[in-house]
């Protein structure tokens, strides 16, 4: 079937993604920003979460106790590919159609090392570099923190040598936005600034003591 070309036809391109990565194209050039009209789309809500798992589970005649389903919903974050990450792995840790809470469990663990793999692994290889950095990561990934004081972490979970640099530390990882300032940004009050990094962290911890995966 022969196409018709018409002069002058309207055309439109839109990219999506998150927001680092338009901050990549921006830094590759800086004219993108003028280029492209910018709409940042808001988070699912937590019902439209809830129908997603709801709807999919039930086409594989699979059900869902509320536990598992308010911890699954928790852990998306109103993010598409975290939530479908989730309910795949979920589903794969079932083994007799309902899912419940240890389900649930090892099914969101397991999807943070997947998306770990995929999006979080290579910025903490690449950018993270000191030993004593990883360090840090690996104990705040131990002990599951998600938001932080830093006068709690050093005084609590850090050797002599990582206090000393932990000050960088933040700097750093607030720089590659693995963590954000939660308030006053002199409050010394921090964030991971997405839930999956702390849950990566966390996964492996626990992949390597093997209490997860092993029954």
């Not at 300032?181 to 626990?206: A, Q």
Request: net charge negative.
């Amino acid at each position: 079937m022969a196409t018709e070309f018409r002069e002058n036809a309207h055309v439109a391109m839109m990219l999506l993604g998150y927001p680092e990565k338009l901050v990549n194209l921006y830094n590759i050039n800086p004219s993108f920003n003028r280029i492209f009209m910018h709409y940042e789309l808001d988070r699912l809500m937590d019902n439209e979460i809830l129908e997603f798992f709801l709807d999919t589970f039930k086409k594989v005649n699979m059900e869902c106790e509320k536990d598992s389903l308010d911890k699954m919903i928790s852990f998306s974050t109103g993010l598409p590919m975290v939530m479908q990450e989730i309910g795949d792995s979920v589903f794969w840790e079932d083994q007799d159609n309902i899912i419940n809470d240890e389900d649930a469990n090892r099914g969101i663990f397991e999807a943070g090392l997947r998306i770990g793999k995929k999006f979080i692994e290579p910025v903490i290889d690449t950018s993270i570099v000191s030993p004593r950095y990883k360090s840090i990561l690996q104990k705040m990934g131990k002990h599951t923190i998600i938001n932080f004081k830093k006068k709690d972490i050093e005084d609590l979970y850090l050797n002599s040598d990582e206090k000393k640099v932990f000050p960088d530390f933040l700097r750093r990882a607030k720089k590659l936005k693995i963590i954000e300032s939660d308030g006053p940004i002199k409050s010394g009050n921090y964030k991971f600034s997405n839930v999956m990094y702390p849950l990566y962290l966390l996964s492996l911890s626990l992949k390597e003591d093997s209490n997860i995966y092993t029954s």
